[in-house]
């Protein structure tokens, strides 16, 4: 791809933003690669965990505002086009990992944010920096930020748009964990293997359960719970793993 670099190992995909000499800004190009990256994800039973991370030191450094939307297409349209990332991430099946180095800001720091663990170099650095450019929120702000950080945390990072660090991001509940800098990719992996060997009927589950619990009443989600447990109950997956159990062996997972 253009802008973007895909590898695969041992069932975790990793996506880098590929953009270093632009700290990784999200372009037209990086955009649509990203749903087509997200889509073919979501599609393969051999990709079990994402990591998703940045090229030459940064994350990302939010929305390239030197480059123009496609031309002729109405900016309500461009910016529904480019929701459907952030909306592509949200859904997509597999656990997904956010590393953090440098810059994480604005629609990059959103990116992040929309990833179900964030773990964060200590020189990382983040920021709600669309106020400061005279822009409202997007990439998902508004619905992330309350929920990880509460409403009047939430509104003190989105109106004043500064730029917090990864020990204040971690103290606010924006990141699940800050490491040295120099163990940011043997933690990341670590983790991205036990999510890979884990078991991915149970963990899609899971993180649909609750993503989708602030919408649910106690009646829902215990019904919601009850649905997923039945289908997880007939899984050949629970049926080894209580072998394994009996045996005192670990579980080979393959998502049947």
Same mark, same amino acid.
């Given at each position: ?179 040295? $800098? !120099? =163990? ?5 992996? /670590?983790?991205?293997? *036990? ?5 991915? &009927? @149970? ?19 215990? $019904? !919601? =719970? ?5 289908? /997880?109950?007939?899984? *050949? ?5 209580? &072998? @394994? ?12």
């Amino acid at each position: 791809m253009e802008t973007l670099d895909v590898t695969r190992a041992g069932g975790v995909v990793t996506v880098t933003l590929n953009r270093p000499e632009k700290k990784n800004a999200l372009n037209p190009a990086m955009f649509r690669e990203l749903l087509e990256a997200l889509a073919e994800i979501d599609d393969n039973s051999g990709d079990r965990a994402v990591v998703l991370t940045g090229a030459g030191g940064s994350f990302c450094a939010g929305a390239d505002l030197s480059e123009k939307p496609v031309t002729g297409m109405h900016k309500l349209d461009w910016m529904r086009f480019v929701q459907k990332v952030p909306r592509a991430l949200h859904a997509i099946r597999q656990p997904t990992i956010a590393k953090i180095r440098g810059v994480a800001v604005g629609a990059g720091a959103n990116l992040a944010l929309g990833c179900d663990l964030i773990v964060a170099g200590q020189d990382a650095r983040f920021s709600q920096i669309f106020v400061q450019r005279g822009l409202s929120l997007d990439y998902g702000a508004s619905w992330l930020l309350p929920r990880l950080v509460g409403l009047h945390r939430a509104k003190e990072l989105a109106l004043f748009g500064d730029v917090v660090t990864a020990e204040e991001a971690a103290a606010f509940g924006l990141v699940n964990r800050v490491v040295p $800098e !120099a =163990e940011l990719d043997d933690v990341v992996a /670590a983790w991205a293997i *036990r999510l890979a060997e884990g078991p991915p &009927l @149970a963990l899609s589950m899971i993180k649909r359960l609750l993503n989708q619990s602030f919408e649910m009443s106690m009646v829902e989600a215990l $019904e !919601a =719970e009850a649905t997923a447990q039945a289908v /997880a109950l007939d899984s *050949r997956d629970v049926a080894a793993a209580l &072998l @394994a159990f009996r045996d005192n062996r670990s579980t080979r997972f393959e998502g049947r």
